[in-house]
């Protein structure tokens, strides 16, 4: 779709001569470090080339009006400033409202009302952060359209507020920050504790990111996602008998071999030891990005898998299936999954000649194991949450 058609869909849905403004929010893929976040570690994230765009025209009127081209049938969603509560029946819609409602209670001076149209072009629950997006999208459009100036990482924390206390998931902060901070051709290291972060350039030359969508929607991931969370404060809490740590992230690899046996429980040990692993990966994905090694980076997402496989347990048939297919092709660097597990997306980093030979026998080996297709997208890393002032194709 290009952007033209968005301009007259804007057009169309509100009944408009006048050109709104253009916005876009990326998605985000997490390029490893996976379940560290919570555990006081790292994470590695960079945001891609898909996402959400936000056509937005203020009104003179206290209104807003909300529309989404990925749910049409919801139609216009209207509000208005003294009114930006939860409702259930808004569906999509409360994640701009929450962003608006979250702007206002931090003090921003959002004194008229708006119209905005929204198209995505995420997959759908494939664990690549909609929500998020739209949150930011929403947040990068109110700035410009009142010309306030929001300092983005604060920008960010309000994305995270949205969902911890308006839409209720006890999400973290990466998503919000890889969307809001992301740069073209780059991942960010981010400790998610401090929120310090450093840049790593991600230069993929001959090769592309490939995301593969198992499709199949992730239903388990958040009753084991809260499971493997108290799993690894079991851990924790054994540590603390005899150590003085606050988090599992603040463990070496050999501080962790030296105390393991201080974890009563096989399986909270096992947890762990992925979370101390995980994390010493991701600063050793820094080491190795700067460096331009990306056999040697392509090495540390195999193992993140393995570990994520054995250890944490959170692959499950599809995305092992799709992973270790994606090892067996020529020239791939590496794979694993991605995201929360229990279905969503795969990552591969595969050559650019091989694109169309990797569909064919990942898809053709994913279909005899499961029944079903998988489905690929290239993605492209570019940058975070900004105003598009060009005309072009999506």
């Not at 809001?180 to 972060?197: F, P, Q, R, S, V």
């Not at 198992?214 to 799993?231: F, M, V």
């Not at 993605?379 to 598009?388: M, P, Q, S, V």
Request: with cysteine.
């Amino acid at each position: 779709m290009e952007t033209t058609a968005l301009f007259k869909a804007f057009k169309n849905v509100f009944q408009t001569d006048k050109t709104p403004r253009l916005f876009f929010a990326p998605g985000r893929i997490n390029l490893i470090g996976e379940h560290t976040d919570y555990n006081g570690g790292y994470v590695f994230p960079a945001s891609i080339s898909f996402g959400t765009y936000a056509l937005a025209m203020k009104r003179t009127d206290q209104k807003i009006r909300l529309y989404s081209m990925n749910f049409v049938d919801n139609g216009i969603v209207t509000t208005t400033l003294d009114d930006l509560s939860y409702d259930t029946k808004d569906d999509w819609a409360n994640y701009p409202k929450g962003m608006i409602s979250k702007l206002m209670e931090a003090g921003f001076s959002i004194d008229t009302g708006f119209d905005v149209l929204f198209f995505g072009n995420i997959p759908n629950g494939a664990g690549l952060s909609s929500s998020a997006s739209i949150e930011l999208a929403t947040g990068v459009l109110v700035e410009k359209l009142f010309n306030l100036n929001i300092n983005r990482i604060h920008m960010v924390q309000l994305g995270q507020k949205v969902e911890n206390e308006y839409i209720g998931v006890n999400s973290g902060i990466m998503d919000q920050f890889a969307i809001g901070m992301g740069k073209k051709d780059h991942a960010i290291l981010l400790d998610c504790n401090t929120l310090e972060y450093q840049y790593a350039p991600v230069k993929l030359n001959d090769y592309v990111i490939m995301i593969i969508n198992t499709n199949k929607r992730r239903e388990l991931a958040s009753s084991k996602y809260n499971e493997r969370r108290s799993e690894c404060e079991n851990a924790l809490a054994d540590l603390q008998s005899t150590l003085a740590i606050n988090s599992l992230g603040e463990l070496s690899i050999a501080s962790f071999e030296q105390h393991k046996d201080l974890i009563k429980s096989e399986i909270d040990q096992k947890r762990a030891k992925h979370a101390v692993y995980e994390n010493q990966r991701t600063k050793d994905a820094l080491e190795k990005l700067q460096t331009g090694d990306l056999t040697a980076f392509g090495e540390l997402m195999n193992q993140s898998h393995l570990s994520l496989q054995h250890d944490y347990e959170v692959t499950g048939i599809e995305l092992d299936t799709i992973v270790e297919a994606a090892w067996q092709q020529p020239g791939v660097l590496g794979a694993r999954m991605t995201g929360a597990g229990f279905g969503g997306c795969a990552i591969a980093i595969t050559p650019l000649d091989q694109v169309d030979t990797f569909k064919e026998n990942i898809n053709a080996i994913y279909k005899e194991k499961t029944g079903y297709d998988a489905t690929f997208y290239v993605a492209t890393i570019g940058d975070g949450a900004k105003e598009i002032t060009t005309e072009g194709v999506l």
